[in-house]
């Protein structure tokens, strides 16, 4: 069981910062990978950023605006959003890729609930 909860969303102006977080929780699995994607009505669900084993990366839509950072031992992920446009405006969705304890070495996807940003004047 695993249960991932996001916060941070909110509505902000353009050019204005919004941190999201993200905690994953339960038992009985390990997280090796932790990202963002994000939904706008009408559009599928993208890649806005994820931290795994290997580094980060970034959609190049958010690139130089977007940071990403993870802690590891919390099982936490945080994006930190500046300069936001009003194209990110979009429900976020923290997600999260692991194994659990009993599974036989395959790999998992999870997913929170989502979080809206608004970005508008």
């Known amino acids: 069981q695993v249960q991932l909860v996001e916060s941070g969303g909110g509505s902000v102006q353009p050019g204005g910062s919004l941190r999201l977080s993200c905690t994953a929780s339960?038992?009985?699995?390990?997280?090796?990978?932790m990202g963002w994607f994000r939904q706008a009505p009408g559009n599928q669900r993208e890649l806005v950023a994820v931290?795994?084993?290997?580094?980060?990366d970034y959609a190049d839509s958010v690139k130089g605006r977007f940071t990403i950072s993870r802690d590891n031992a919390k099982n936490m992920v945080t994006l930190q959003m500046n300069s936001l446009k009003p194209e990110d405006t979009a429900i976020y969705y923290c997600?999260?890729?692991?194994?659990?304890?009993?599974?036989?070495?395959?790999?998992?996807?999870?997913w929170g609930q989502g979080t809206q940003v608004t970005v508008s004047s």
């Open positions: 997600n999260a890729k692991g194994t659990r304890e009993n599974g036989g070495g395959q790999a998992y996807n999870y």
């Open positions: 931290a795994t084993t290997w580094g980060t």
């Open positions: 339960g038992s009985g699995f390990h997280i090796y990978s």
